[in-house]
């Protein structure tokens, strides 16, 4: 009797699941936007952090995008095909005649030297390279034979004295910034020794002033360490 009424009642179980997962399927979704998700030290928002309706399409791309950029997430650029083969042969042990015809080469093309200042030039953008970059115009600078050395000069004086120390960038890349124009200042004041008054008035006011004093203190270091070696190594010729 009881397995007859289990037999009956099965029917009706099976109605009612059927009811029940039909009524869901057609019930509408609703779907409540999330929140961004937390941007952390690398200024990056996840995609999948918008919870954005699938009929979007489009629109969904361009609020992330926007997104991203609200977020201040950095751009990277890529490094130079042509300082890149720079670099390439300055870290050679040893070069050949050719290696160092290339490099003067390379020195003394305007496009590859603008390419060189425009990127240091864009101060927000993350550069995988930017040791090259700045080795790059400090040897432009030295190569005292380069037609293009007003240009160079011009050019290096921009970055040194720009307003592109502020308190609202992260440490990090504060700190890169001002490496750069403390050793873009040595090579300046190389190339140009009787420019150091002309910064100092330059910078009074802005926080390069303090990256100038502090470059002009460590040329002065740099020199007098010189100077103790020489003196240590004393004369190389016996009269």
């Given at each position: 009797m009881k397995a007859a009424a289990r037999?009956?009642?099965?029917?009706?179980?099976?109605?009612?699941?059927?009811?029940?997962?039909?009524?869901?399927?057609?019930?509408?979704?609703?779907?409540t936007p999330g929140k961004p998700a937390s941007i952390g030290s690398n200024k990056e928002v996840s995609a999948a952090a918008f919870r954005l309706p699938a009929t979007a399409g489009h629109q969904q791309k361009v609020k992330i995008e926007e997104a991203r950029r609200d977020a201040g997430a950095s751009l990277t650029l890529s490094p130079d095909p042509a300082i890149q083969e720079f670099s390439s042969i300055k870290r050679k042990s040893l070069r050949s005649q050719s290696d160092i015809a290339d490099m003067k080469r390379l020195l003394r093309q305007r496009q590859v030297l603008q390419t060189a200042f425009d990127q240091l030039s864009n101060f927000d953008a993350e550069l995988p390279a930017r040791r090259d970059l700045v080795a790059f115009v400090q040897d432009a600078l030295l190569d005292q034979t380069n037609p293009e050395r007003e240009f160079i000069a011009a050019r290096t004086e921009e970055l040194i004295l720009a307003d592109?120390?502020?308190?609202?960038?992260?440490?990090?890349?504060?700190?890169?910034?001002?490496?750069?124009?403390g050793e873009l200042v040595l090579a300046y004041l190389d190339a140009r020794p009787g420019r150091s008054q002309f910064?100092?008035?330059?910078?009074a006011g802005s926080p390069n002033i303090t990256v100038i004093r502090n470059a002009l203190a460590v040329g002065e270091r740099r020199r007098a360490e010189s100077i103790a070696i020489i003196q240590e190594l004393g004369p190389t010729v016996s009269n």
């Open positions: 037999i009956a009642l099965l029917p009706v179980c099976i109605l009612v699941a059927a009811t029940f997962v039909f009524s869901k399927k057609d019930a509408p979704e609703t779907q592109n120390l502020r308190p609202e960038q992260n440490r990090p890349h504060r700190r890169e910034l001002a490496a750069d124009k910064l100092i008035d330059a910078a």
